[in-house]
């Protein structure tokens, strides 16, 4: 039986990396008939993108729910939940330390590109104060039908708290039918997962067909400094934290990461992530209770990966028009990403909107996102796979706490 999972993951895994070969290998022959693939073939990744869409929302419910219940003590929830809150902020500052020490050293490899003609439609406007109001639902249904995930954790949180304050009759029955109703909604994931080789290279031939390797050719430089910075950031950071915080060896964690990694890679979605993201922390040997409470919290407000996309582009930016920035601007950055981090989705592209607000507060042209919009989805593919890395590394420290502690088994 364990054998038997052993080899159906492994098989995944397999079929994910082939999936994703085939799809690099394809999109660059057909390149001439991006139109086809973006008829013919991106509606099935569509499908697979909505059936994920589908299956989150419960996931993300019922399992935070089940988190707080299983936990018992209330303590508990909140003693994981500040430690979680806390690692996630310190781990997206380091994250911008590095986006911006990277992009200062490279300055010189930026191009001074024309700045004319430059038009970027700045969709949204967010201020601090609107995103914290908008976490707190103000209808039952909402969060559920808009997907909004922050309120979908924020009640999860208070359902959750409230049946550990229930009396114990009432109580066990809401914990049966949490486990059940968690039962039958990972099952359906499972089954949904089961179709992701499919899913990813449906979804990736028709963007590398209609972005092909000139529009990597163009901007490259920007994009390696992006790439050099997610790559410092994930065996600096990361392999530091699993390794002093919860005795994992690096290596045993990234390995054990790769399905989700290469799933991130492919979908650039943190919250479409989470499902596989949830079973790879299982491999870990993570509490599925610890795990189903963080992982969708930082799926949703741990962006380390964006936060290095927002540094570097910000200097990008500043270095195309010619704009050097002063020490208090890039202490600014560091602010306003990391609390951009909160309030960007978990869903491709939303990154670089929340970037708009980044260079607002400098003052630097909001205009320049046009510059880098282009190749958003290659940005897009790496900071993701960081966000979902860095929401395991919390999985795992904490996991280790508690069993360190005596408080889970
Ligand atoms: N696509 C990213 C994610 O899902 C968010 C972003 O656009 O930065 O994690």
Request: glycine share 8%; proline share 3%; aromatic share 8%.
């Amino acid at each position: 039986m364990e054998e038997n999972k052993v080899v159906k993951k492994s098989s995944l895994t397999r079929n994910i990396l082939i999936a994703l070969v085939l799809a690099i290998v394809i999109g660059l022959l057909m390149q001439n008939h991006s139109g086809f693939l973006n008829s013919y073939i991106k509606p099935f990744g569509d499908i697979f993108l909505n059936l994920i869409k589908f299956i989150v929302t419960p996931i993300v419910f019922f399992s935070i729910i089940g988190g707080i219940v299983s936990m018992k003590d209330i303590r508990k929830v909140g003693e994981v939940g500040i430690f979680t809150i806390i690692y996630y902020f310190l781990t997206t500052a380091c994250a911008l330390i590095i986006g911006l020490g990277s992009a200062r050293i490279f300055k010189n490899i930026f191009p001074i590109i024309a700045t004319t003609n430059l038009k970027f439609e700045v969709q949204a406007k967010v201020s601090f104060m609107d995103t914290l109001v908008n976490i707190f639902p103000k209808n039952f249904l909402a969060p559920m039908v808009e997907a909004n995930m922050l309120q979908i954790i924020v009640a999860s949180l208070v359902v959750g708290i409230s049946i550990l304050l229930i009396d114990k009759i009432k109580q066990d029955k809401a914990i049966d039918a949490i486990e059940v109703l968690n039962a039958i909604f990972m099952k359906a994931m499972e089954l949904i997962i089961e179709l992701s080789p499919l899913g990813v290279f449906c979804l990736l031939v028709p963007v590398i067909a209609s972005n092909g390797p000139k529009i990597i050719g163009s901007l490259a430089s920007v994009l390696l400094v992006a790439y050099l910075a997610y790559l410092i950031h994930a065996l600096v950071v990361y392999s530091t934290t699993v390794k002093l915080l919860a005795k994992i060896s690096p290596l045993e964690f990234f390995k054990k990461m790769s399905p989700a990694i290469m799933f991130a890679f492919s979908s650039a979605s943190s919250v479409g992530t989470l499902p596989i993201n949830i079973k790879c922390c299982k491999e870990l040997g993570a509490d599925y209770d610890v795990t189903s409470f963080v992982l969708p919290l930082g799926a949703t407000i741990n962006m380390d990966g964006t936060a290095i996309y927002q540094g570097v582009c910000a200097i990008f930016i500043a270095s195309c028009y010619g704009i050097d920035l002063s020490l208090g601007q890039m202490l600014t950055i560091v602010l306003t990403a990391t609390l951009a981090s909160i309030g960007t989705a978990g869903v491709p592209g939303s990154g670089m909107i929340m970037l708009a607000m980044v260079l607002q507060s400098v003052g630097l042209p909001v205009e320049g996102i046009a510059l880098v919009a282009g190749i958003d989805r290659i940005f897009d593919m790496g900071r993701t796979t960081l966000n979902i890395t860095g929401d395991a590394t919390a999985a795992v420290i904490n996991t280790y706490r508690l069993r360190k502690k005596g408080k889970i088994a």
